[in-house]
């Protein structure tokens, strides 16, 4: 597997699918989400709202993820997965972790081999932008998947430089 990084915004990705840091709703938010429901269209809310009514009547639980078309987006599917929230007092980065495996089980589903993530956590939900990022590149590595490329898509120069740390390809090798 390749694992790439692209400083920029995942709603441009041209990637088979692209993950969506959602909530338990699956009815949009702000940050990824919001951009993601803003520029695929409508399509994608229909199908959230067709998940919630069949199997996801509770909210997709956190750790979990799901697919739907990408709309209007150059992608072809979005894969919607809902971080934790960070907490100080509770380790809980098995859950960050698992969506980084469910993502690529669904994506192996689909068949997608090309799946950009966004850094899943890192923004609304707290999490230290360092941690979300080694969390994300080790989870990846250790998947066994069909999926050929991963792109984690970075938003800003923390997160950029954050994954470049986690992958060993940053300044000095660090
Ligand atoms: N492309 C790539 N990365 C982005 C983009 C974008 N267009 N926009 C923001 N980021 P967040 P979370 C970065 O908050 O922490 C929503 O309201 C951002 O800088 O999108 O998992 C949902 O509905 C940060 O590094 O996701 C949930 O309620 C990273 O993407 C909640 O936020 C993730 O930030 C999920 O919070």
């Not at 994608?44 to 199997?55: Q, Y």
């Not at 709309?71 to 907490?87: F, M, N, Q």
């Amino acid at each position: 597997m390749r694992v790439t990084l692209v400083r920029g915004d995942i709603t441009e990705q041209d990637a088979d699918a692209v993950v969506n840091a959602a909530n338990s709703s699956l009815l949009g938010g702000g940050g990824v989400d919001g951009a993601i429901h803003r520029r695929g269209g409508p399509a994608i809310l229909r199908e959230c709202r067709e998940l919630r009514a069949s199997r996801y009547g509770g909210g997709l639980p956190t750790g979990q993820a799901v697919a739907t078309t990408a709309g209007d987006l150059p992608a072809r599917w979005v894969i919607h997965t809902v971080g934790p929230v960070h907490s100080s007092t509770e380790d809980r980065s098995d859950l960050l972790a698992s969506c980084y495996r469910e993502s690529l089980r669904v994506a192996d589903e689909l068949g997608a081999a090309v799946v950009a993530f966004p850094a899943v956590s890192a923004g609304v939900y707290g999490w230290p932008v360092g941690d979300a990022a080694r969390i994300a590149v080790e989870t990846v590595r250790a998947t066994a998947t069909k999926v050929t490329d991963v792109r984690f898509v970075l938003f800003n120069e923390e997160a950029y430089t954050a994954f470049e740390r986690a992958l060993g390809t940053g300044e000095n090798g660090r």
